[in-house]
């Protein structure tokens, strides 16, 4: 069987079923220290499939550290280290790769990051992965397991930015640089903090598939019950951006009503997550291999 056919969650499910352990289904892996927990947020893009190489190399390694880095924020976790490990065609002018190094630089900077170091190696194309390293002290961790009935359900910001700019790249409308304007919501998380948080990830992959995570965990129901693209269309272009992802806000669940953010849903007894309409929710949201 193709992995085009299993899909992204399935494949991760058989490589644990190999391991023979539990998956922590929390994009990032937490090491117990006893009075806190070192965060470790791994994540990876390739040419051609998340950036062109004509794009600015700068932005690039800008958006190496930032989508690593919201994992991280995503567990309410501050980020201390970066480390990467980049692969390129031997052709590649050196120019390049240090505009990518010096995005990387800049970034670091911004939020306090030291840069670690990391590995380098030849490909027939580019390839970066980084790595935060993070920490967070213990109890005070946002988990995908704790939503419970009678939660509401928020966001950090509304979307559509990003996700046009993925439909208008996959259409050859634009060139699609603009999918790597994103920002882990560091401010955002400080004001979350006011509040009680049951559970929280970054909207990377749609928020069908992120409310479909923290359903799964937390064993409980989703209703979405309001429209949160800012994009002006019809209702199928508001679920293709809930199915798309790509813009990094935090999506989290609370017993207490909040004003700072934007309410998405509610949680209830049962399974599964509905749609406006009160239609079950079937798409899986973005999978890196299925398209």
Known sequence: MKISELGERELIAEIWRLFGEENEDEDVHFVDLNDYYIILGMDTINENYHFKKDWDPKKIGKFIVDINLSDVVSKNGTGLDFMVSMSFPSHTEKEYVLRLAEGI??????????????????????????????????????????????????????????????????????????????????????????????????????????????????????????????????????KECYRLGGDYELIFTSPDKIDDFYFLGTVEEGSGVYDLDNTPVTSAGYDHFKR
């Open 105 to 238: 630089k800049e970034e670091c900077k911004r939020f306090n990051l030291k840069f670690s170091g990391g590995d380098l190696k030849e490909s027939d194309s580019i390839s970066i992965t980084g790595l935060v390293i993070g920490r967070v002290d213990k109890g005070k961790e946002f988990r995908r397991n704790g939503a419970r009935p009678g939660d509401y359900v928020y966001i950090t910001g509304k979307i559509g930015k990003n996700e046009d700019a993925i439909m208008k790249m996959r259409k050859n409308i634009e060139s699609g640089e603009k999918v790597l304007d994103i920002m882990p919501r560091i401010g955002e998380l400080k004001e979350m903090n006011k509040y009680r948080i049951t559970s929280c990830i970054d909207n990377s992959d749609g928020i069908y598939k992120s409310l479909g995570l923290i359903s799964k965990l937390s064993g409980v129901c989703i209703r979405i019950k309001e429209n949160v693209c800012e994009l002006d269309g019809d209702d199928s272009l508001r």
